[in-house]
């Protein structure tokens, strides 16, 4: 399997800064007819590639990577991300590599921030030749990013988000059952005030775990004020701040559930920091059970999500989708569910 840190690295040399849809705009079609001829697809009449392969000349875009892999055969699968979490993409693209490898493709990353560099990432991994996306957070829920690929006619796969789009096959866990889970074992240890640091309000699956933890204390007959609930966005440094805020309240609560890893392992360094012994008198407890879990001290009470798995399935969901519509098939979205974990570890302990 080949890998590129950056799928423009591999991209052809276009000079002349044309992207797939000014190709389009100049041949008067569609940037997904664009894509077809990119791709050595035989859905093409005659007149129509001639038009596309023409303005292409005029606009010195020659994607050539594209055409030497249409030629050959060989899958190739884009990765187009933006996520702030080091740990959740390590995971992922173990998983997206491994399955890669096991089925003979290549995989191609392409880093994004805003808008237009989604939308510039999304054409650089065009003009590589990528038969299929992956969409792992928060892009998974970038109503753009989505519409974009679909006008292109790119099958794409979303990973990890909480309300997937039906006509987007999808790989998720049940957000709102995990985060339900975790509050309802904080409050099996005795705990009643409990802090929450919410991730990034753009990404679904934050809504649904901010959800879970509201109704799970409502049933247990349990209020949950305002002051005890601390914006996050799924970063350390954003776990810092949310931390601090929590803990600088007089009484400070007695648990803090936060809504990933990362920030749950910056509110352990800012409770080491004000001399408080966790669990003893502070449980911190995390989501998605990234490396950062088990590298911190004390380890971390989380929910396992599998994100190297989800990663596999996948890329096993996106070839399944490039050789249906090779071969002319059509089939309704997938949407494949997973199983999370609760992991209980050191950094929860019994109220006192």
């Avoid at 990577?65 to 933006?82: C, D, F, P, V």
């Avoid at 990404?203 to 305002?226: N, W």
């Avoid at 396992?304 to 969901?317: C, E, K, S, T």
Wanted: aromatic share 4%; with cysteine.
């Amino acid at each position: 399997m080949a890998t590129s840190n950056k799928a423009a690295h591999a991209a052809p040399d276009t000079s002349s800064g044309a992207t797939v849809h000014d190709v389009a705009r100049v041949a008067g079609v569609s940037a997904m007819t664009v894509s077809r001829v990119i791709n050595g697809r035989t859905s093409v009449s005659a007149a129509t590639r001639d038009k596309v392969e023409a303005a292409i000349a005029s606009l010195r875009y020659q994607p050539n990577l594209a055409a030497r892999a249409a030629r050959t055969g060989t899958l190739r699968i884009g990765l187009l991300y933006s996520n702030p979490s080091a740990a959740f993409l390590s995971e992922f693209l173990v998983g997206a590599m491994d399955q890669c490898r096991q089925g003979g493709g290549q995989l191609l990353l392409e880093r994004c921030e805003d808008i237009d560099s989604q939308r510039a990432g999304i054409d650089c991994l065009v003009a590589a030749g990528v038969d299929g996306i992956l969409v792992p957070p928060p892009l998974c829920d970038s109503p753009q990013v989505l519409a974009q690929l679909n006008q292109m006619g790119i099958p794409a796969i979303a990973v990890a988000t909480a309300r997937p789009s039906p006509g987007v096959s999808a790989v998720r866990i049940d957000d709102y059952e995990g985060a339900l889970a975790m509050t309802r074992h904080l409050i099996a240890l005795g705990h009643r005030d409990i802090g929450f640091i919410e991730g990034d309000p753009a990404h679904t699956p934050a809504l649904l775990r901010r959800q879970a933890f509201e109704d799970a204390m409502r049933e247990a007959g349990l209020q949950v004020p305002p002051h005890r609930v601390a914006q996050g966005y799924f970063t350390y440094r954003s776990g810092l701040d949310a931390a601090r805020q929590l803990l600088a309240q007089a009484p400070h609560p007695s648990a803090i559930f936060a809504s990933n890893d990362d920030m749950a392992a910056a509110t352990l360094a800012v409770a080491h920091g004000m001399g408080l012994q966790v669990p003893a008198e502070l449980s911190v407890c995390g989501f998605d059970d990234t490396p950062v879990a088990t590298t911190v001290w004390p380890e971390l009470t989380t929910i396992h999500q599998p994100i190297a798995d989800m990663a596999r399935a996948a890329v096993n969901l996106v070839i399944d989708e490039i050789r249906q519509r090779r071969t002319g098939e059509t089939s309704p979205a997938t949407h494949h569910l997973m199983a999370f974990t609760l992991m209980e570890r050191a950094s929860t302990g019994r109220a006192r």
